[in-house]
């Protein structure tokens, strides 16, 4: 009992600092990657003092994204504009993090291992309605955007806020009516058995990722999930140009640190969720319980706490490059009209997932589920 | 045939309302109430005298799951005020075709025909349900004979109308289903038909309650004081035609109501209710005929005069013996026809000065001979001048009264006094004496139509006068029959008094004691 | 996996049900490219869907069963309710084809509404558990609340869908707390198994007590009885009025198809418990109802308070139970669709856009200047009013006999003397039409054929079922004894005449 | 849970109905209305959800699903009538609805 | 269920349920609305009835409160600055509300109170055992409601919608 306590606190702490180090990871490829496409230097400071050039180590802007930032951040005046509600005006920023932070606990990051007699899954929490868990606290969400744009004060804040709220809810029907044809596939709530429904091959070469069993709802999801977390190309409700900074216009500080910080937090748990239910989590292509069974016959054995590394090693790869993939899309893509956006996702989307969830239900009625 | 006679009228009715033409609307409808006169005639010819029961009895089922039928049937006692209701319907349209009534005739005429229809029907109906609905439908016509056509007051006075004869009604409804819920435990099946329900015996509890809704119903629309304050009124603003079928068919539907429906019923309570009744007639009779003497207003006096009339009617009835209901069954002939006629009369006058205030007239006598002659035959008939229809009634019921009570009869004899005294001072007042107002010195005397419309009253008048007898000796079986039962009734109600005073009389502490020792055992 | 032979598909008996929704849908597609001033083809279609439900639901009758697990009851008072409120949806969109096009409402919002509620009504007839009573109350209210306020320039309008819903939805909170404390105390939500476990000391059960107490005021919400009335005249003046009508009509029997099915029916064993409330409830309703109507000025809702009043005629019965009062109420709400549609389809006829005309000063004269309809007017009014031989009368007889069978003597008295003074305004009507001048003059319009249909078949309604009732009441008594479990029909029988 | 006796579920369903009950009543802002009526909803909610679990059968739960769905029909076509109204009448103010006599 | 978890939602729920109807501004009203649906769901879970305790966050929460909240910010709705209500209707709700819980209370805390247990199955509170039920039993209930759902669609666009020709008493308030 204790053992599985420990181990619990043990995972959900594991699993929030990987998003967060996620988060962080996302802010310097979006000061650096950035650069990078746009063919300029960008963050270019080594490290204090020179240091790091002395050394001859590459400009990478590390000092700069990962120390000075926030430090500049958290110093700053923390400013309430005149006339905010107060109370929430201070919520809002932990009303929007809370969720996505909580959202991390369910996902799998890597098979039963056993240690010691004791299984214990990796997975911070195993929730049997971990699906539906998911699209509460993603509906949660946008509680804290809708209020940090409410409570400034400000017509632009108040717009972004808007912008935000109408677009999430939208997005999320997508998003649900992809997870649905996605649960019909697999027949289970759990995001662990889904993981696991993912192992195999078809045609004795393909994996068996959601990415091949389930195409269209991948894409749908995937954009969708980009719009959740407020990306280019779907960042209208914090688009400079238009809104300054949408809802979050009026804060500064630490508080406005948090906003960035729920921001990169909601983009890796899309990379984690996509992982997660499309590529397969922690499973390694072709890799077994014993270990590779490739195309073409061969097998190589594996110890069983290599094959449980490999997958954990497999989910934090997916998930990275899913993370450089969605910045990629964040720097090429220009940004949508709002009623583009509205229109792609009621009237592509919703019809898509819905068209997605008929041919699911018929398939599995006519052939069974997948797991 | 009987529904003939009822029908006939309403398919008139609906016929009218197709035509436009008003010439064309009048003579149709005088046509459609002269066939149900020619009918009520036949049938009053092929009525075989001798005999109590039912005769050209009509029944259908019309809503079997609860026992209701559509049955019909005529005795004596509703055989005349049939042919009265044919006769001043008829005479009523003629008359107000002669320019009494100038708009609407169309509408005029369908509302009197569907009243026709509603009056017989209420007549013959041998079905309570049935009844009820006949009941009910010639509230409507009138209303709408009072509010359209009426003078005055008139809106008020329709509603007022509706609503007191509604109240009464409905509550007969409720008696209605109560009792036939009581012959439903004793018959074991369900039925509306009047025979069939004079068969239930009733607690005397249920009885009394079920009695007084009924005769709260038809004491409303005799009526009977304290609840007639709604006729002064609605015959005031009513025009003529109104005035003569409100009085002359309408205020008999109370009475025969009692004659039909509330004695047979519960000829017990009935019984025991003489006392009260009488008390109210007289007070009626005296009151009304008091307050007719103050009238100023000439159509207000002939109204009151008939709360008094009625009240000799009640009176009759409630002597409980044959002169007594014979006479009461005259009487509203008599006072159907003498009243109609009255109002017919003041109809005249009001058609020629659009006033009926009796300080307006005097020496009319000069001016308008034929119409003064006419007037007094009337009159005298209401007063009950021997030799005229009114003296047989009022004197059988004297003498019926007379044998039931002696001190009814006293006051009722005030009533007879009052009633001569203000009738012929009124006539004094409006006929006689010089003429004060230039005015009446040219109005016209009565024309054809007018002359022709009282005639067969008159004639009627004179008839029933000097030869009761073929009327009498249709009335009286059916009164002996409806006697018959009340007398049982009586004599039960007399024999359970008697136990009930032995027992009184008996010492009422020995139950208590042997009450006391049973309990110590 | 799912095992559909649980189920018990019968798909005759929810054919009528599956053609108006049917029909909604086409309704609202074929909509999407008709103006809103263009809309007279989409009412045409709604009546022609409603004339084939009518048709399919005639054959329903006779039969008996329980389909879909239990939640829909195959019977005749299923298909008694449906063919009444089949023939007030049919009469709605009669008088609704003008008056659409005149308001300039939208086509095919308005007849799919229609339509939507119409399928909760016959919904709600058709169930025989609680949720799908729910539910059907749900669909029927939503449409409604929303039909209320489509007069989208009239602020009366969306005044008295605001109203309408806030306190719909009010009076939807306590019917579900009934529903869920009856379903603790029961466990179980389908009718008949209520029914089955109402015995002993189940009966004093607080929780089924209190359930009861709060799905009657509920239902007592919708069927707009006093107390919970204060809605009815608001929501009635400021809807419009073909939906007006239709929420007098439609609306009221199928609340009352639920409530019969629920408290009659199925809880009857547990009459003792809402007996004397009902009786009280029922003699509020209609003598608050009556008070009030007597004061009003404006036609729709002096309509208002005489529906209110009616409802109370139909509690009497409904607090005096058995199977009479059953048929009373079924045929009394047969005739009750026919007079008052008649009577809100002439109201319709004489009102102008803009709501002129909805006074009664308003109907000063009618009778010289549109004979006709005056005549048909005065026939309705007299047949709500109670007299013979019009189905008001016989209705009202019906009831008031069935009350009295059970030894209601004193409430059928308070219904009389009700009735007695309910006179007074529905005659004021027929004072103004007939016995004075005035009003106002109404400007030349194009004959609206529709409007006059539907005013005719409702004056043949009112008359031919007055006249002969016999087979409509019989119908009504059997559509009322096949709700009934057998055993119970038996005891029903062996009491009845 | 069976530590927790229904009744107090029940009591506690209750008392949020009973809360509900009362700001109906009592505000007079149509919005807040609404959202007190969305508490009652809720409390019958719970009360189907307790009552389920006590008898240990599904359909109490079934039934929250179905309230749900309702409540959410509900609210969309209440905010539409509240939106016609304010555009209508410029207040969500109960007590500004006059124009029918309440 | 512990007991201090039960305690710790009933007096969230309570206290948050109050404020819905005393909180002045709207928006403060819907917050505390969205806190007792949270609480209430948490307590549906830890009555088993899982599934359904994450549909109370998703549908009320996360859908229907947030409509609420889309209305509040169309219609510009500021806290109420006069007094909410009269104090007599106040008080009369007070009343009313007070003698309601009364009763409840007084029926529901009564010992005999008796439910009789069915019988718990392994899968209760599942989607499984939900979507059993929902397919089979509340089969017609469940097309009903779709039915429902689309008929409110319907409504909330015929309402919403501008009126040929109506204008919006304010400009350009939406983005």
């Given at each position: 009992m204790t053992v599985e306590i420990i181990a619990s606190i043990v995972k959900s702490v594991l699993m929030i600092v990987i998003g967060l180090n996620l988060s962080v990871f996302l802010l310097y490829f979006e000061r650096k990657g950035s650069a990078l496409i746009q063919d300029r230097v960008g963050a270019n400071r080594a490290g204090i003092t020179g240091l790091g050039k002395k050394l001859g180590l590459p400009n990478l802007g590390i000092i700069n994204t990962l120390v000075f930032d926030p430090i500049k951040m958290f110093t700053k005046e923390d400013f309430v504009p005149d006339g905010a509600d107060k109370f929430l005006h201070t919520l809002a920023p932990f009303l929007a993090l809370f969720p996505v932070m909580i959202t991390f606990v369910v996902i799998p990051f890597g098979d039963t291992i056993s240690i010691a007699g004791h299984q214990i899954d990796l997975q911070a929490a195993n929730l049997n309605a971990a699906v539906l868990y998911l699209l509460a606290t993603i509906g949660i969400g946008v509680y804290g955007i809708a209020l940090a744009g409410w409570s400034s004060n400000n017509r632009w804040s108040l717009l972004g806020g808007i912008r935000a709220t109408a677009q999430m809810i939208s997005y999320e029907l997508a998003m649900g009516l992809a997870l649905i044809a996605v649960i019909t596939t697999y027949g289970t709530l759990d995001l662990q058995e889904i993981v696991r429904g993912q192992g195999g091959v078809y045609f004795g070469w393909l994996p068996r990722w959601g990415l091949f069993t389930q195409p269209l709802a991948f894409i749908i999801f995937m954009t969708a999930g980009v719009a959740e977390s407020k990306r280019v190309p779907f960042d209208l409700p914090e688009s400079e140009s238009e809104l300054i900074l949408g809802y979050f216009t009026e804060y500064s500080g630490g508080k406005q640190a948090v906003f960035m910080l729920t921001d990169f937090a909601e983009q890796a748990l899309v990379a984690m969720l996509v992982t997660t239910f499309f590529l397969g989590g922690w499973q390694m292509p072709w890799l077994y319980r014993d270990g590779f069974h490739l195309p073409g016959g061969a097998f190589i054995a594996m110890p069983a706490l290599a094959i449980s590394i490999a997958g954990i090693l497999a989910f934090l790869i997916k998930v990275l490059a899913l993370c450089v993939f969605l910045g990629l899309v964040r720097w090429t893509l220009p940004r949508f009209r709002y009623d583009q956006l509205m229109r792609l996702g009621w009237k592509m989307l919703v019809p898509l997932g819905l068209i997605n969830l008929l041919i699911t239900a018929f398939l599995v009625v006519a052939v069974g589920s997948a797991s | 045939m009987l529904t003939a006679i009822i029908f006939l009228p309403l398919l008139g009715a609906l016929l009218i309302?197709?035509?436009?033409d008003e010439r064309t609307v009048w003579n149709a409808a005088f046509v459609f109430s002269l066939v149900p006169l020619g009918l009520s005639f036949y049938m009053l010819w092929q009525f075989r005298a001798g005999e109590a029961g039912y005769q050209f009895v009509e029944q259908y089922p019309w809503i079997p799951s609860l026992g209701i039928s559509y049955h019909l049937g005529v005795d004596g006692i509703s055989l005349f005020l049939v042919v009265l209701t044919t006769l001043l319907i008829t005479i009523s349209l003629f008359y107000s075709a002669g320019g009494d009534i100038e708009e609407r005739a169309r509408e005029f005429c369908f509302f009197v025909l569907v009243l026709e229809t509603g009056l017989l029907g209420a007549l013959l109906a041998v079905d309570l349900f049935l009844f009820y609905v006949f009941w009910e439908v010639m509230l409507i016509p009138m209303y709408f004979l009072i509010g359209i056509w009426?003078?005055?007051e008139r809106i008020y006075a329709a509603l007022k109308f509706v609503v007191f004869t509604m109240v009464g009604s409905l509550l007969m409804l409720v008696a209605i289903l109560c009792l036939v819920f009581s012959a439903r435990q004793h018959l074991e099946h369900i039925t509306f038909d009047l025979p069939m329900l004079y068969q239930v015996p009733l607690s005397t509890t249920e009885a009394r309650w079920l009695f007084a809704a009924f005769a709260l119903a038809f004491a409303i629309k005799v009526p009977m004081w304290p609840v007639h304050t709604w006729l002064p009124d609605a015959h005031t603003n009513a025009p003529t035609a109104g005035s003569v079928i409100l009085a002359g068919i309408m205020l008999k539907m109370g009475t025969y109501g009692f004659l039909r429906f509330a004695i047979p019923l519960f000829p017990e309570v009935a019984v025991e209710a003489i006392p009260l009744f009488m008390a109210l007639a007289v007070i009626g009779i005296i009151y009304g005929a008091l307050v007719a003497m103050m009238q100023p207003d000439l159509k207000r006096l002939v109204a009151y005069s008939s709360v008094s009339h009625l009240g000799f009617v009640m009176l009759g009835i409630f002597a409980f013996n044959i002169q007594g209901i014979d006479g009461a069954v005259y009487q509203m002939l008599n006072h159907g026809i003498s009243t109609g006629g009255l109002f017919l009369l003041v109809g005249m006058i009001y058609l020629r000065r659009h006033t009926r205030e009796i300080s307006e007239f005097g020496g009319l006598w000069k001016s308008v001979p034929i119409y003064a002659g006419i007037f007094m035959v009337v009159m005298l008939s209401s007063i009950g001048l021997p030799g005229l229809n009114g003296f047989v009634g009022e004197f059988l019921i004297m003498l019926g009264t007379f044998l039931r009570l002696k001190l009814a009869a006293v006051f009722a004899v005030t009533g007879v006094i009052l009633g001569a005294l203000y009738m012929l001072w009124t006539y004094e007042r409006v006929q006689f004496g010089p003429i004060t107002k230039a005015v009446n010195e040219t109005i016209a005397d009565l024309n054809g139509r007018e002359i022709a419309s009282m005639v067969p009253l008159i004639a009627l008048m004179l008839l029933m006068g000097f030869f009761p007898r073929p009327l009498i000796s249709r009335i009286e079986p059916s009164a002996a029959r409806l006697l018959e039962r009340v007398n049982v009734a009586e004599a039960r109600l007399d024999e359970r008094r008697h136990r009930a005073a032995l027992a009184a009389t008996a010492p009422r502490g020995l139950d208590s004691r042997i009450l006391k020792v049973a309990a110590a055992k | 996996m799912i095992n559909f032979s649980q189920i018990n598909l019968v798909w005759l008996p929810v054919l009528p049900l599956v053609v108006i929704a049917t029909a909604a849908m086409v309704v609202l597609l074929v909509g999407v490219r008709v103006d809103d001033e263009e809309s007279d083809g989409l009412g045409w279609l709604a009546l022609a869907s409603i004339v084939i439900a009518l048709v399919l639901a005639l054959g329903i009758f006779g039969q008996s069963g329980i389909a879909f697990a239990g939640a829909i009851a195959i019977d005749s008072f299923s298909a008694f309710f449906e063919l009444s409120i089949l023939i007030a949806a049919a009469l709605t969109v009669l008088m609704s084809l003008d008056y659409a096009d005149e308001h300039r409402l939208p086509g095919a919002e308005y007849y799919s509404l229609l339509l939507f509620s119409v399928l909760g009504m016959m919904l709600m007839a058709t169930a025989s558990d609680l949720i799908v009573i729910f539910i059907g109350l749900e669909t029927m209210s939503l449409a409604v609340y929303v039909l209320a306020g489509l007069l989208r320039r009239d602020p009366r309008s969306s005044e008295a869908a605001i109203k309408y819903f806030l306190l719909g939805a009010f009076s939807t909170g306590f019917l579900l707390y009934g529903i869920a404390l009856i379903y603790g105390a029961t466990g179980t939500i389908k009718l008949v198994a209520i029914h089955a476990a109402l015995t002993g000391p189940l009966l004093s059960n607080p929780l089924l007590l209190l359930g009861l107490g709060l799905m009657l005021i509920g239902f007592g919400f919708k069927v707009a009885a006093v107390p919970f009335h204060m809605w009815t005249p608001d929501v009635y003046e400021g809807a419009p009025t073909p939906i007006t009508a239709f929420m007098a009509v439609g609306v009221k029997i199928a609340a009352f198809a639920g409530f019969l099915r629920v408290f009659?029916?199925?809880?009857g064993p547990a009459s003792a418990a809402w007996t004397d409330v009902m009786w009280a409830i029922s003699a509020l309703t209609m003598t608050v109802g009556n008070m009030l109507a007597i004061v009003q000025s404006n036609i729709k809702r002096m309509l208002a308070y005489s529906a209110i009043a009616h409802a109370g005629y139909i509690l009497v019965a409904l607090t005096a139970g058995g199977p009479q009062a059953g048929g009373a109420i079924l045929y009394y709400l047969l005739g009750y669709a026919f007079t008052n549609l008649g009577a809100f389809a002439v109201v319709v006829a004489l009102e102008r856009r803009?709501?002129?005309?909805?006074?009664?000063?308003?109907?000063?004269?009618l009778a010289t200047r549109q004979p006709l309809m005056a005549a048909a007017m005065a026939i309705f009014l007299l047949s709500l009013l109670g007299i013979p031989p019009l189905v008001g009368f016989v209705g009202k007889f019906y009831l008031f006999n069935a009350a009295v069978h059970r030894g209601f003597v004193g409430l059928v008295v308070i219904g009389v003397l009700n009735s007695a003074a309910s006179a007074y305004y529905y005659l004021s009507v027929v004072v103004a039409m007939y016995m004075q001048e005035g009003g106002f003059l109404e400007e030349t319009r194009r004959s609206r054929p529709a409007l006059v249909a539907a005013i005719a078949i409702a004056l043949i309604g009112t008359v031919l079922i007055g006249i002969y009732p016999e087979p409509y009441f019989t119908a009504a008594g059997n559509a009322y004894q096949s709700a009934m479990s057998p055993e119970e029909v038996h005891a029903a029988t062996a009491m009845a005449p | 849970m069976s530590s927790i006796p229904l009744t107090w579920l029940l009591g506690l369903s209750a008392a949020i109905f009973a809360i509900g009950v009362a700001g109906m009543i009592m505000r007079r802002n149509i919005l807040v209305m609404f959202m007190s009526i969305e508490l009652m909803l809720n409390a019958v909610n719970l009360a189907f959800i307790a009552l389920a679990h006590r008898l240990g059968s599904m359909d109490g739960q079934v039934i929250v699903f179905f309230v749900m769905t309702v409540a959410a029909a509900e609210a969309a076509v209440g905010l539409g009538i509240i939106i016609s109204i304010f555009r209508n009448r410029e207040t969500v103010q109960a007590d500004d609805l006059t124009l029918l006599r309440w | 269920m512990a007991l201090w978890l039960f305690v710790f939602l009933a007096v969230i729920s309570l206290v948050s349920a109050l404020g819905v109807i005393v909180q002045r501004n709207p928006v403060h009203c819907l917050l505390a609305l969205v806190l007792t649906i949270l609480a209430l769901a948490v307590l549906f879970i830890a009555l088993d009835a899982t599934v359904v305790g994450f549909l109370q966050i998703i549908v009320y929460a996360g859908a229907i409160m947030v409509l609420f909240l889309f209305v509040i910010w169309l219609l510009n709705l500021q806290a109420e600055t006069g007094p909410t209500g009269s104090l007599a209707l106040k008080f009369f709700g007070t009343i009313a509300s007070a003698a309601l819980v009364a009763e409840l209370w007084s029926f529901l805390l009564r010992p005999h109170l008796k439910v009789k247990y069915v019988g718990e199955s392994a899968s209760y509170g599942t989607l499984g055992a939900l979507s059993q039920k929902l397919f089979t039993d509340y089969l017609i209930a469940f097309e009903a409601t779709s039915i429902l759902l689309l008929a409110a669609i319907v409504g909330a666009v015929a309402l919403a919608r501008r009126a040929p020709g109506q204008r919006d008493s304010r400009q350009g308030s939406l983005p």
């Open positions: - | 309302m197709m035509q436009s009426g003078h005055g | 009659m029916v199925q809880l803009g709501a002129a005309g909805d006074q009664i000063a308003d109907y000063r004269g | - | -």
